[in-house]
């Protein structure tokens, strides 16, 4: 098979980051303070995060879907408003969401590269790789793959499909992104009967009309079928339920198809690319280990934001060297704790705010949780709890400061 090449094409030992635990969420106080977490969040460049997991992971993650910068070279922004309308763009509250722009094709293959090697180090012996991209990038990383993962080992190219507007007048609409699955070996996890769909109507009609239908072959209609390797899921823009404002976000059906076929129950699954935390929510919903990474403080933000809706405790780390501006004490906050309440006053804009009841200086180990609506915006500011100790409140404003204050 060809190999592609490009300028400074190479692989040297990744610097393994230095990864320390920050806080643990015990989502609405469930299993707090004792429960062993079910999922890892990591603020940290994914390469020298994977590099610093080896040790312990290598060989052992069942499924890892990636969904990198796509080669567009655009700068994208983050929705931090509540209750806009979707169809005033020029009103939206935005804040820095993340940048997808290279010096050049040369580069950004590198950086594909470099990643996708250690994601094969990582995945299990009967893992697997959904890779996602789109037009810009998806030949190249089809041969790169190829390369890493031995082209026997290819399994599908699969074709998200959807709708939406297009400014293209020059050409047909572009409206599907490419998914390529590879596995580590042909020893693949694929649970064909957690992700059947029933038949299309017309078809189920045809052969109640007809014993000869299918040239003789009676599916089992009632079983449904396996879905063909095109998939249609409404983009996030259409899905008020879901959308966080994180731009690229990615529908919960989409990964739902994939960790239902690709992982069993109690597996380890993998997004070094975390973006809104698609992945890791849809995981800790049904039943999944995760490990989830992203460089962008905003990213990790989010992610946590829709983890507290699980039933999920999840470790929040990061990179030494990533460590995001440092929580403060501010005049701007006022906590009072007493009666069973904690409450907090203050004139930021918060966005979301946690409390540790006993904090012991080192690790925030957050028992209760309080974020904005969606729509209205509106957000508790006042949460029932049991205090055992020295309290210390965490809080995230729309902009993405962050602040901390014990009482």
């Known amino acids: 098979m060809p190999n592609l090449d490009w300028k400074g094409k190479h692989l040297s030992p990744p610097v393994p980051a230095t990864v320390i635990l920050d806080s643990i969420l015990y989502p609405k106080g469930r299993g707090y303070p004792k429960a062993r977490p079910d999922g890892r969040v990591i603020l940290g460049d994914n390469l020298n995060v994977m590099a610093a997991l080896l040790p312990e992971y290598e060989g052992h993650i069942n499924l890892i879907y990636a969904d990198p910068p796509f080669f567009t070279n655009r700068k994208f922004s983050a929705r931090v408003g509540r209750g806009e309308d979707s169809r005033k763009p020029s009103r939206w509250k935005l804040a820095e969401g993340y940048h997808d722009s290279w010096d050049d094709l040369d580069s950004y293959l590198?950086?594909?590269?470099?990643?996708?090697?250690?994601?094969?180090?990582?995945?299990?012996?009967?893992?697997?790789?959904?890779?996602?991209?789109?037009?810009?990038?998806?030949?190249?990383?089809?041969?790169?793959?190829?390369?890493?993962?031995?082209?026997?080992?290819?399994?599908?190219?699969?074709?998200?499909?959807?709708?939406?507007?297009?400014p293209i007048r020059t050409a047909f609409n572009r409206k599907h992104d490419t998914i390529l699955m590879y596995g580590k070996s042909g020893d693949y996890v694929f649970n064909v009967d957690d992700i059947r769909e029933p038949y299309n109507p017309n078809t189920v009609a045809t052969f109640k009309a007809s014993p000869k239908?299918?040239?003789?072959?009676?599916?089992?209609?009632?079983?449904?079928?396996?879905?063909?390797?095109w998939w249609y899921f409404p983009v996030v823009a259409r899905l008020h339920n879901e959308r966080t404002g994180y731009?690229?976000?990615?529908?919960?059906?989409?990964?739902?198809?994939?960790?239902?076929?690709?992982?069993?129950?109690?597996?380890?699954?993998?997004?070094?690319?975390?973006?809104?935390?698609?992945?890791?929510?849809?995981?800790?919903?049904?039943?999944?280990?995760?490990?989830?990474?992203?460089?962008?403080?905003?990213?990790?933000?989010?992610?946590?934001?829709?983890?507290?809706?699980?039933?999920?405790?999840?470790?929040?780390?990061?990179?030494?060297?990533?460590?995001?501006?440092?929580?403060?004490?501010?005049?701007?906050?006022?906590?009072?704790?007493?009666?069973?309440?904690?409450r907090l006053t203050?004139?930021?804009?918060?966005?979301?705010?946690?409390?540790?009841?006993?904090?012991?200086?080192?690790?925030?180990?957050?028992?209760?949780?309080?974020?904005?609506?969606?729509?209205?915006?509106?957000?508790?500011?006042?949460?029932?709890?049991?205090?055992?100790?020295?309290?210390?409140?965490r809080l995230v404003t729309v902009e993405g400061k962050q602040f901390q204050l014990h009482v």
């Not at 470790?315 to 990533?322: G, K, M, V, Y």
Request: aromatic residues 8%; hydrophobic residues 40%; proline residues 4%.
């Open 110 to 166: 590198q950086f594909l590269y470099e990643r996708l090697s250690l994601m094969h180090r990582l995945l299990a012996p009967n893992g697997t790789l959904y890779l996602h991209l789109d037009w810009h990038a998806d030949a190249y990383a089809r041969l790169i793959l190829d390369e890493i993962f031995g082209a026997e080992n290819f399994i599908n190219e699969i074709i998200w499909t959807y709708h939406g507007p297009s």
């Open 213 to 229: 239908a299918g040239f003789g072959k009676v599916p089992d209609l009632e079983r449904g079928k396996v879905p063909e390797d």
């Open 247 to 342: 731009p690229t976000q990615k529908p919960e059906a989409l990964l739902e198809r994939i960790i239902l076929a690709s992982s069993n129950k109690d597996d380890l699954v993998a997004d070094f690319f975390c973006g809104s935390g698609t992945t890791a929510l849809v995981a800790a919903k049904h039943g999944r280990r995760f490990i989830t990474c992203d460089e962008s403080a905003r990213a990790i933000h989010t992610a946590r934001l829709r983890l507290a809706e699980t039933k999920s405790v999840c470790a929040f780390e990061l990179d030494s060297t990533a460590r995001p501006e440092a929580a403060s004490k501010s005049k701007k906050i006022i906590v009072h704790a007493a009666g069973g309440y904690v």
């Open 346 to 393: 203050t004139s930021l804009d918060v966005d979301f705010w946690e409390v540790d009841p006993a904090w012991d200086g080192k690790i925030f180990r957050s028992a209760a949780q309080a974020q904005r609506h969606v729509r209205s915006g509106e957000i508790p500011m006042e949460l029932k709890m049991k205090t055992g100790g020295r309290v210390c409140i």
